[in-house]
């Protein structure tokens, strides 16, 4: 650490006001602060005593994802290898949990590389022309945006879609702690609505599932999606009942440990819990809004059970499965969550948590064209945010008022 | 068609803003506050409750082809159809003066808080789109017409206390100073449009 140091201090006139490598001072400085805590003090304003800043929080929500990032990679070799006929290539049996894992990950990097490369080059050069630090958000953003991408999807794709998270939906409005709308949500949505083809149907969400035939690479929600208004007496839909069974596809062991197909990080959901334990332990993620989305979601799905017809499953599911399939839980702890667009107030966060899980299963359950509509409904909370937090702060300063008013009456 | 249908159908799938850009002019230029977006929202709500209801009558009465039989049988063959953007605007303003009037004789303390509000919705787009669909629509009763103007009132005005807070919210955030102002609320309208996609294609 000691050499690190020395090194940064040795380079650091380059960087500073007359040296030759001035304009890069916000690339400096941010390689200083992601190594050290700073150590200038506030100046002026709140001030706040903390070890932990914002690059550390940013590192632990990083380390939250992990689960979710080696369990998806392994799930994309695993869903990849189990769809193979085993004289292909010999497959099917003899592959290892290893080969899974190391299929997945050469699948996986390359999006990582190109969200971050591509990411972080946008946010350099905002930074380097608007005069201000590089933003840590990004850390986490560029981390999120791939785990909620399908496998397969073309790397231009995705670079288009981080630029315009990263200008539209951020860097206009001022950078990190300054945004409306979550990234990474941004991100997902443009890409959604952009090339809906993309990003739904039967053949994006297993790894190179184009080239084989006869693959069953759906989504739970897309299977779902597929049996609302058809005869439930056919042969096809009782099938497809079957799937959702406990021997199923997509039963509610196979849901909430992640065997099914899906994109990256969503699919399971113990990978989830364990990000979630750690963002609630070290108090980054708020226990509010994950628990206030998580009974909103249970009650709209018992609603959705009370009035379901024998036909419709999606209605009729039991509500733990429901919130199990799809990105429900991803979104609920690691989207929902983001502080910068949630609602800020502690009444606010959760009326906002529980909206998100009552719109987040109507959206699924009504809207047959998007089934993973998850990630556009906490889109959509975010967007109310702000409202709700003003209505919260004007009860509050009514009730205050109230009370003074009392409280002069007695006097 | 249910009435509740008609109504959530108006609030969220059919969105004045932003399934339609309809009335963006005032939801541009009144937006800078929660309080001054709140009352405009309000009368948006209220002036589409009662000129949509009248303008259903005039054109079932009066405009539609065939709507003059109650004159007799000679005027069954008049269509006076050509008429109908003229008649509404005119209702429109008509209405909007007579509300001003009204609300300004019994309720003072409401015409002060609506205030300018009043006369800007004459001219607000939102108004008169209202009434051209429910044309287009053909609902079948005054009541459902009813029920759609409110439904599209009321998801005016969820936009536009939306947008009111989010601008509210960005006063201290770190615009570049060409975007300042309309600029960025342009590019968050955008973004709330994305937002409300999730409702598009919804059946109920």
Not at chain 1, 78 to 105: A, E, W
Not at chain 1, 184 to 206: C, H, N, Q
Request: with cysteine.
């Amino acid at each position: 650490m000691k050499l690190m140091r020395n090194i940064l201090d040795r380079i650091k006139p380059h960087f500073e006001e007359n040296g030759t490598l001035h304009k890069l001072y916000p690339a400096y400085d941010a390689f200083e602060t992601f190594l050290f805590v700073p150590n200038h003090t506030t100046s002026s304003g709140t001030h706040i005593k903390d070890s932990v800043d914002l690059k550390r929080t940013m590192v632990i929500v990083i380390i939250a994802l992990i689960p979710c990032l080696i369990f998806g990679m392994w799930n994309t070799g695993y869903q990849y290898f189990s769809q193979l006929t085993p004289d292909m290539n010999g497959y099917k049996d003899s592959y290892t949990l290893f080969d899974s894992f190391i299929y997945g990950f050469w699948k996986f990097i390359p999006l990582i590389i190109v969200s971050y490369a591509v990411g972080l080059a946008v946010e350099f050069a905002f930074a380097v022309n608007r005069k201000h630090q590089v933003n840590e958000g990004y850390l986490v953003s560029g981390m999120l945006i791939p785990l909620t991408m399908p496998i397969d999807v073309p790397l231009w794709m995705l670079a288009l879609s981080v630029i315009f998270a990263v200008v539209v939906g951020k860097e206009v409005f001022g950078g990190t702690g300054m945004n409306i709308l979550n990234p990474a949500l941004t991100a997902r949505a443009f890409i959604f609505f952009a090339y809906p083809t993309k990003m739904s149907g039967d053949k994006v969400w297993v790894s190179s599932a184009e080239s084989i035939d006869g693959i069953t690479g759906e989504t739970a929600l897309g299977q779902l999606a597929s049996m609302v208004d058809i005869n439930p007496t056919s042969q096809n839909i009782i099938n497809k009942f079957g799937q959702f069974s406990s021997d199923g596809v997509y039963s509610l062991y196979n849901s909430f440990m992640g065997f099914v197909p899906g994109s990256v990080g969503e699919t399971s959901v113990i990978a989830i819990l364990i990000g979630a334990a750690i963002l609630i332990f070290t108090g980054i993620g708020s226990v509010r809004i994950i628990f206030s989305m998580f009974i909103g979601g249970l009650l709209m799905s018992y609603i959705f059970n009370i009035f379901a017809p024998e036909s419709n499953l999606f209605m009729s599911l039991n509500p733990f499965h429901q919130l199990c399939i799809g990105s429900f839980m991803f979104g609920m702890v690691f989207m929902a969550t983001d502080p910068v667009s949630a609602a800020q107030t502690n009444t606010g966060k959760v009326v906002y948590g529980f909206l998100c899980g009552v719109l987040s299963i109507l959206i699924r359950v009504f809207n047959p064209a998007y089934p993973e509509g998850v990630m556009v409904a906490i889109l959509f909370m975010n967007v109310m945010a702000p409202l709700i937090d003003h209505y919260v702060i004007e009860a509050n300063i009514n009730r205050r008022k109230k009370r003074l008013q009392m409280k002069l009456l007695k006097s | 068609m249910d009435l509740v249908n008609i109504f959530i159908k108006g609030v969220f799938i059919d969105n004045m803003i932003f399934a339609y850009f309809l009335g963006m002019c005032s939801y541009l230029a009144v937006s800078k506050t929660v309080t001054t977006a709140n009352g405009l929202g309000l009368a948006v709500i209220f002036v589409l409750g009662i000129t949509v209801p009248v303008n259903y009558i005039l054109e079932n009465k009066v405009l539609k082809a065939g709507a003059l039989q109650w004159l007799g049988e000679n005027f069954v063959s008049v269509d006076l159809n050509v008429l109908s953007l003229i008649m509404f605007i005119a209702v429109v303003s008509a209405m909007v003066q007579l509300v001003e009037m009204i609300i300004e004789r019994f309720s003072p303390a409401l015409y002060s808080s609506l205030g300018i509000f009043l006369p800007l919705i004459a001219v607000n787009c939102a108004i008169l789109g209202g009434a051209l669909f429910m044309q287009e629509r053909q609902y079948s009763t005054i009541i459902e017409a009813t029920s759609f103007a409110l439904g599209s009132g009321v998801g005016w005005y969820l936009a536009i206390v939306a947008i009111a807070a989010i601008r509210e919210k960005i006063r201290y955030s770190n615009v570049p100073p060409a975007l300042r102002g309309l600029g960025i609320t342009y590019i968050i309208t955008g973004l709330m449009g994305i937002a409300f996609m999730c409702f598009m294609g919804i059946k109920i």
